[in-house]
DNA sequence: TATTGTTATACTCTATAACTATA
DNA sequence: TATAGTTATAGAGTATAACAATA
């Protein structure tokens, strides 16, 4: 913890390769494949759920190389596009939007108003509710954000047709709708 | 940390509530909706990681719901699939079929081998490998969280055709494929 | 009493680096 | 030297419970 802290205020000395996590893991040998054969996977590939884990888990994967450096992960952008489109919004209604209990989503804020994206301050007619919104910079950042999440999101949908990508939607749209 | 240990231990005593985390958030309100009007998404809804990311979660919340008592993720299930589909198989192997680095394997099979649904053991020809199969009481287990699996699939595409859910595999497995 | 935001705490999932024991 | 498994550590993401300020 005190060296977590510690690495924390010593960033910035001349950006040193920052050294994000991996997002795949290493080859766990040095073909990456498992040396005899293949592994069976039993029902999983005819699992929905499972598709669509995994697909789940390559697409964040993309997202965060497309970041790349701006250091942005998917639950942060939803949240600077929501401030964005609603400002002076709430935190509780932020987090209703984004199904995050509102603990949840006070270090978040930290991080995006530490980085000077976001501020928040008490409204004059309720002074437990903070509005919130976006800073100049915070809107120059997203307007960086959205053309990468544009060029992501081409690659996601780089071999289906126009049609298929909206029956995907649509689709995923039906899947458990009592839960939305 | 102690505390977390002691727990672990204490298991099994009479049942008592287990107290499981909640997965959805409480409503913040009494009513679950925010105060003035409704929040608006900007662009998400149109984003294709985003929908991923929504469905993703509703169906993992379906998923330890329809476990339940039996306290199983998605990743641990689909590790004791993968075992029974391959006895012997090596951790390295299992690693590379769940895409997970071999260290994040540790912990998890401890978990399974703790529960006593999962043996690992040395095998003879090279002793660094450890092989591993489920125990009786694993593929006891393991026909249980079939079943619930079984019904909780038919949920998830409760709105679906059998077309329609076909197409659906279809279109996520066609979405980059160059990471699969 | 009820709500808003916060803090303290904890748990899951995942990774990297360095270690041990084997090969 | 290289590989298999492990340990130590870290960080993201998420929750619950309890609290202070305010209504």
Do not use: C
């Not at 919104?133 to 999101?153: C, D, F, I, M």
Request: hydrophobic residues 45%; without cysteine; proline residues 7%.
């Amino acid at each position: 913890m005190a060296a977590s802290a510690a690495n924390k205020m010593a960033v910035h000395a001349a950006k040193p390769a920052v050294r994000r996590p991996r997002l795949l893991p290493k080859p766990a040998t040095a073909s990456g494949a498992p040396a005899n054969g293949t592994v069976q996977l039993g029902l999983l590939p005819n699992l929905l759920g499972y598709q669509l884990r995994l697909t789940q888990r390559l697409v964040f994967d993309d997202f965060a190389e497309a970041m790349d450096e701006l250091d942005m992960s998917p639950g942060l952008f939803g949240m600077l596009i929501v401030i964005e489109a609603n400002p002076g919004l709430k935190q509780t209604e932020l987090a209703y939007a984004a199904r995050l209990d509102r603990s949840t989503l006070v270090p978040a804020l930290d991080k995006l108003e530490a980085r000077g994206l976001v501020t928040r301050r008490a409204v004059l007619e309720d002074r437990r509710v903070n509005g919130m919104w976006l800073t100049p910079e915070g809107s120059a950042l997203l307007k960086k954000l959205k053309q990468r999440v544009a060029r992501h999101e081409q690659r996601l949908a780089r071999n289906l047709t126009p049609v298929e990508r909206v029956t995907l939607m649509t689709l995923l749209e039906r899947i458990l709708p009592e839960r939305r």
